[in-house]
């Protein structure tokens, strides 16, 4: 019954990267409950728990769930980011669908989920901001990959608490360990687009404080440029 349920790329991109056998899965932000209802129903997770600030949500995730018979497997709490969990309660945790900025603030306020669960973290925006802020907080990124739905490039990072090298400017707007990536292309000339417009944007500040975050622009869109052509160059190479 998994395959009537219709996810959409983003969600059965995140959803694959959980593991086989997975005790139990929690998903902050669950809105509609896809995620775990289809985990559940493909029986790759015991048991899960689907949560979410607002009530609304919370309540289309019953009806999903009901809809697809796995109810006495899901455990639906209401409440704000990691906060409805107990430590080491939860195998794997997914945080999705919001913003990069609201990502780190729900891991802030949990500092205990450096200490084991595997995050599979996807911000909608503001991923650079995720990305600079997770090696100097105590967390380690695994894995990243892209994911195209209607049109837009999705990053999905697969993190859990350890060491790594600070974020270099190039790694927190073009990602870590995405050169591999089949739609890394696309992603870096997106990201080249949005940096450019606010570069643009700021072109006629008088405020100092402006003139500079124009200059430091300026300085990641070289960075990146130069980024790009490195891989469009190894990429023409290979074929």
Avoid at 48 to 77: C, M, N, S, W
Wanted: net charge negative.
């Amino acid at each position: 019954m998994a395959e009537n349920l219709d996810q959409g790329p983003r969600l059965r991109a995140i959803a694959a990267l959980v593991p086989e056998g997975c005790g139990c899965l929690a998903d902050i932000g669950t809105d509609h409950g896809y995620i775990p209802v289809s985990l559940l129903l493909e029986g790759r997770v015991r048991r899960a728990v689907a949560a979410d600030i607002g009530v609304l949500p919370l309540d289309h995730a019953r009806r999903t769930a009901a809809q697809y018979g796995v109810k006495e497997g899901l455990d639906f709490r209401l409440g704000d980011g990691l906060s409805v969990l107990e430590p080491g309660e939860a195998d794997a945790v997914v945080i999705a669908g919001m913003g990069g900025d609201a990502i780190t603030e729900i891991l802030a306020a949990a500092p205990w989920s450096r200490a084991g669960p595997l995050l599979l973290l996807q911000p909608m925006s503001k991923a650079e901001a995720l990305r600079a802020w997770l090696p100097e907080n105590g967390y380690a990124v695994f894995h990243e990959e892209l994911v195209q739905d209607k049109g837009v490039l999705y990053p999905i990072l697969t993190v859990r608490g350890g060491e790594m090298p600070p974020a270099s400017e190039v790694q927190a707007w073009g990602g870590f360990l995405l050169e591999e990536d089949p739609l890394w292309g696309l992603y870096i000339a997106d990201r080249l687009l949005r940096l450019r417009r606010a570069a643009a944007g700021l072109e006629k500040a008088r405020d100092p404080a402006l003139a500079g975050k124009r200059e430091k622009l300026l300085g990641v869109i070289a960075r990146l440029e130069e980024k790009e052509r490195e891989w469009e160059h190894a990429n023409a190479a290979g074929n």
